[in-house]
Every structure is written in structure tokens, then in C-alpha cells.
């Protein structure tokens, strides 16, 4: 069974301990510029507040360095940089949002959290078949929540990626002959 398909079943079972029907999922939401996204509270430890971290030389730009973390040294990633949306400031407002990425904690500085949604399948949407002027590829879909839309992200799927450079190899890669 591949590391996605268990933590998907592990996340049903939670789901279902707590009453909660299959056909809805818990999301973290998020700003980073003018955009909301939303990313599975499963996958969050903690959220914190902005402080200095120590930079790595020759990592990617988007990678602003190390934290220790009750003795863990946890990579933080700016989603801003990555995504490159919106102006890069850090104020009161931005927060690092610890997460657990299979075995691996990470943290994302992001312009500010705003709450925790729930959304039923029927609130979210396929991305959207832009070509390639729009990668979908982390994308889970969009969120219609009254008049908002969340950019829902596959946070797992994004730093397991090759791009992101933060694990030796993906899941599926890993399991396979």
C-alpha cells in the first residue's frame, strides 16, 4: 500500500472515530498575498509565530533556512517565494505552520492563518485545465465556501516533490521493485 493510500485510510478511520462523514475533509486556511488556500489539518503540528531561522547556504530561495524545534531541526519553507505571490514581508501576522510530511516535519511561513473549514465534496472543485500556463500538479481543487475560494493545496504532493528538493525521493518511488 503506498504511503498516500495509508495516510488517506488513516485519515478516513479518524474521520469516522469522530462521526464525521467520508465525503468531508478538514482544511487549514491560509493568505499568502491576496489569495486563501487551504491545506488538510491532518498534516498540521503546530502553527507559530514568525522568527528569525537560521539560513543554509546554496539552498533554493524559497528554503529561508532552519529551526530547531524542541530539538528538531525542522526545514522552514516561505510559500510566498515558492509560489511567488504576493509581497515578501515578515510582520506580526505571518506564522510558520508546522507540518508532519510522512515522517518529516517541515515548516511553511505564510502571510497569516485564518481558520479551520470544514468542506463536503460537494464544496470542492477540480483545478482548473489550464495548460501550461497553470501546474495543478499539488493542486487537490478549489473550495467554494459562500463567496470565497481556497486554493486547495496537496501539501503532501508538493514537498514530496522532486522540485522542492527536501526528501531524497517520493513515496511511490520508493516502494517501487
Known amino acids: 500500500m503506498s504511503s498516500t493510500a495509508s495516510s488517506q485510510s488513516s485519515s478516513a478511520r479518524r474521520a469516522a472515530e469522530k462521526g464525521v462523514d467520508n465525503t468531508s475533509r ?7 498575498g491576496n489569495e486563501e488556500y ?15 531561522v537560521t539560513p543554509i547556504v546554496n539552498a533554493p530561495a524559497f528554503i529561508k533556512g532552519v529551526i530547531n524545534l524542541r530539538g528538531t531541526i525542522v526545514p522552514i519553507v516561505d510559500l510566498r517565494i515558492k509560489f511567488a505571490v504576493g509581497e515578501v514581508k515578515y510582520d506580526a501576522f505571518t506564522v510558520v ?9 517541515v515548516g511553511v511561513v505564510v502571510d ?19 495548460g501550461a500556463a497553470l501546474d495543478t500538479r499539488y493542486l487537490l481543487g478549489l473550495g467554494a465556501v459562500d463567496d470565497r475560494m481556497l486554493i486547495l493545496i496537496d501539501i503532501e504532493k508538493l514537498f514530496t516533490s522532486k522540485d522542492m528538493a527536501l526528501f531524497d525521493e517520493a513515496p511511490d518511488a520508493a516502494e517501487s521493485p
Open 26 to 32: 478538514e482544511f487549514l486556511t491560509f493568505t499568502l
Open 112 to 130: 497569516s492563518v485564518s481558520d479551520v473549514l470544514h468542506l463536503s465534496t460537494d464544496q470542492v472543485r477540480d483545478p482548473p485545465e489550464l
Open 38 to 52: 487551504g491545506i488538510d489539518i491532518l498534516k498540521v503540528q503546530e502553527i507559530r509565530g514568525y522568527n528569525a
Open 97 to 105: 505552520v508546522v507540518l508532519k510530511i510522512l515522517s518529516r516535519t
